[in-house]
């Protein structure tokens, strides 16, 4: 038994640990990292993909927040580069000194949504993100409007990214087993990111998502508007329309007709 394996998995850091390197090949691969490209890798855990990603011809750096496991990481991998952080509050656009940076993950499944929530709209040159995370939060990472899955998530992300649902992965690969499947998703960046809309779109898709059963006129109604009615007019959207129907562009224009600072 090597010296990672000593490590009692912590619960509270969702340390479920890859242990089958054939999953852990298809999942690098399915980067299709080009040699040279700089690639950081999210929670490293006890490596089980920082073996395979040590192997690239090109930068390789590691982000991971339980301090044992970044000693152990260090001396395991002296050719890594590897950050003692917490993803959930890292300053992501530090990235943009790696142009062409892709970020790979199998993300703690406690913090995976709010982490991906910053990633996607705070790295700004990167070429391209896959993430390993709970299946039901992969689908809704990658759900369109109109599905039952589609919510505050999916219109955020789809505003900075395009992403795509790439492969199952069933929990017996997994020491400790989680009681669910998992996914991998995969996500580009998109060409007209809403960096400018980003403070009034992340509003607009938490107000409207927190009701998301309401008619847009109800939910809006102590801010219907001039604007707003032209908005409406403008995209052919009626007012009893549900938050879930409206696509990332639209509400993304939405926002921008919400914003105070427009009015
Ligand atoms: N990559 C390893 C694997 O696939 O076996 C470990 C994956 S495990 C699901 C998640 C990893 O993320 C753990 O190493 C955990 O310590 C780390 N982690 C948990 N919360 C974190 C956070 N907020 N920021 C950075 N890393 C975190």
Known sequence: MDRASFFAPKRSLGQNFLSDPNICRRIVA?????PGDPVLEIGPGRGALTRILAGHDGPVMALEKDSELVSWIKAEFPAVGVVHADGLDFCWEGTRRLPGLSLIGNLPYNVASPMIWEMVSRCRSFRSMLFMVQKEVALRLTAKEGSRTYGALSAWVGNFVRGEYVFTVPPHVFRPQPKVD?????????????????AALSWTVKILFQQRRKQLGTILKAHWSEAVETWCGELGVDRRVRPEELSPDALRSLARVLDPKNE
Do not use: N, Q, T
């Not at 399915?30 to 080009?34: G, K, N, Y």
């Not at 996500?187 to 960096?195: G, H, K, N």
């Open 182 to 198: 998992s996914a991998i998703v995969r996500f580009l960046p998109r060409p007209d990111p809403a960096w400018e809309d980003a």
């Open 30 to 34: 399915s980067l299709e990292l080009a």
